[in-house]
């Protein structure tokens, strides 16, 4: 797979409204700890700061969600072009990404790219998790530290809502849950794969299961509005790639595919 698609650019200024909206929840918890351990903010201004960070972190979780849909939109663009041989992105190269151009036939085609996007997803996912997942373990724990040393006060409650409310905590959430069911398309794929083995069906038997999955994936991603890491995939790529020829060459559905072309 390759790193760059037409989507990148509104990806990536989804992904710097996501990281404005990181940095103003970091602020107003570390204020929130500084302000109850110290009380050197007068009430009134600790609250209209608060007001002013919780505004901001709204518009930008906003137009976070509108340039990811955007992104999405033409991700999806790419996907169909790629299954059905089309071609409504101009200069671009959608092959390029997609690792199943030897597959002739359009419907297995777009069952591969979602077969091979869904082994991506939930590899990057879990490894992106961990991360927010630690980052919520560590502010939970200033929680119950605070809330130890000074009982359950204004501050206390307030830190609690900010660590519910926290876009971290919240994507760590969306990303377990995009994980899970990035693993339910794949294994319904994989079922779809063994039933075309077993029961030699023609390719119109399994034409709803492909379009269940796709509707799947596709809707799983949108829902989480979550951006997977660019380094993870850096990283992952060669052996997930690698993995996918695998798979791939493994099941007959794509490789008898192969042999009419």
Known sequence: MSAKTPQNK??????????????????????????????????????????VILVVEYISSYYKSVFFDKGHRIRETGLIDNSFNEK?????????????????????????????????????????????????????????????????????????????????????????????SSEEVYEKIIETCNMYEKCSVKTSMILPRIIEVLLLYENAIFESKIILSKKNFCKLNSSLSKEWFDIRNSYLIYESQKEEK
């Not at 710097?16 to 602020?27: E, H, P, R, T, Y």
Request: proline letters at 2%; zero cysteines.
């Open 10 to 51: 509104d990806f990536i200024i989804s992904k710097w409204f996501a990281l404005v909206q990181d940095i103003f929840g970091a602020v107003a918890f570390i204020l929130a700890i500084f302000q109850g351990i110290t009380l050197l903010i007068p009430a009134k201004i600790f609250l209209v700061i608060s007001g």
């Open 88 to 180: 409504r992105i101009p200069n671009y190269n959608s092959e390029l990404y997609y690792n199943n151009d030897s597959i002739p036939k359009e419907e297995i085609k777009l069952l591969a790219n979602i077969h091979e996007n869904s082994l991506f997803t939930s590899r990057i996912a879990e490894k992106m998790s961990l991360k927010y997942y630690f980052s919520s373990a560590i502010a939970f724990s200033f929680f119950v530290i605070k809330l130890f040393m000074s009982g359950m006060d204004d501050y206390s409650s307030l830190l609690l809502s900010f660590i519910v409310s926290s876009s971290l905590f919240d994507r760590a959430i969306k990303l377990n849950s995009l994980k899970k």
